[in-house]
C-alpha cells in the first residue's frame, strides 16, 4: 500500500491497481489526483476538506468516480444520486476494493456555543485511518495514522494525548496547510517528540511525497 501526501489535509491511498483520495479540498492541489482516482472519501463538509466545485467538475469528467461522505457532504450532493453515498460511524463498506470501517460523528469543538457538525473517519484495510477533524479513537488497531498536526481546533497537549491513545505504528501529519515555515518547524519537533515517546515513526511528509506502507 502507497500513502501519497497531498496539500493540507488531503492523501491518497494505492493498493495494486485501486486509487482513493480522501479530503481533496481547497487547499490540496488535488485536481490531478482526482482524475486518477477510483473514489473519493470526505471526512466533512469544510471548505479545506471539500472543494465541491472541484469535486463536482471531477465527477463530470469521469463518470465512473464515486463519493463516501458524511450526512451534510451527502445531502449537498444529493443530485447525483447513487454516485454519492452517506456513511456514518459503525458502518462497513468495500470502496474501490478497499475495506473501509468509518468511525467517529463529530467534528472538533470550534465554538463553545455552536454544535459541532458531523465528521467521519475512514480506516482502509485495517492499515490507514483518516479522522478528518477530530481526535477519534477508532475500536481496533490502528498501524498508519494520518495525525491532525494544526488546526484552529487543536493544541499540543491534545496531539499528545491523541497519539497517547491511538498507538499507531507510525504517523503522518494532515492538516498542516496553515502553517508557515516558522509553525511547521514547531509542528514538526512535537510530533517527532510524540514519536519518540512510543519508540514509533512519526513525521511529517512534504506534498506529494509517498511512503510504501509494509504491515506492523
Known amino acids: 500500500m502507497r500513502l501519497t501526501k497531498l496539500g493540507h ?24 489526483a482526482l482524475a486518477a482516482s477510483d473514489a473519493v472519501l470526505i471526512t466533512h463538509e469544510h471548505f479545506d476538506h471539500f472543494d465541491a466545485d472541484g469535486l463536482r467538475k471531477a ?6 468516480l ?4 458524511s450526512r451534510v457532504v451527502a445531502e449537498s450532493l444529493a443530485d447525483l444520486g447513487g454516485r454519492v453515498h452517506q456513511v456514518g460511524h459503525g458502518d462497513a ?4 476494493g478497499f475495506d ?3 468511525y467517529g460523528e463529530d467534528h472538533e469543538i470550534l465554538h463553545p456555543d455552536v454544535p459541532p457538525i458531523p465528521n467521519v473517519g475512514f480506516l482502509l484495510d485495517g492499515e490507514v485511518f483518516h479522522p478528518g477533524d477530530a481526535l477519534t479513537v477508532p475500536g481496533e488497531p490502528v498501524p498508519t495514522l494520518c495525525l491532525p498536526g494544526n488546526a484552529p481546533w487543536l493544541k499540543a497537549p491534545e496531539m499528545f494525548g491523541y497519539t497517547r491513545e491511538v498507538r499507531p505504528e507510525r504517523a503522518f501529519v494532515i492538516h498542516d496547510g496553515l502553517l508557515n515555515d516558522i509553525g511547521l518547524t514547531v509542528m514538526e519537533r512535537h510530533v517527532a517528540t510524540a514519536g519518540e515517546e512510543l519508540g514509533k515513526d512519526f513525521r511529517r511528509l512534504a506534498p506529494g511525497e509517498s511512503v510504501e506502507l509494509a504491515a506492523a
Open 66 to 69: 464515486e463519493v463516501w461522505t
Open 93 to 96: 463498506v468495500t470502496i474501490a
Open 100 to 102: 473501509v470501517h468509518v
Open 59 to 64: 465527477l463530470a469528467e469521469h463518470p465512473a
Open 9 to 32: 489535509a488531503c492523501v491518497q491511498i494505492t493498493r495494486d491497481d485501486r486509487t482513493v483520495i480522501i479530503d481533496p479540498g481547497a487547499f490540496s492541489g488535488a485536481a490531478e
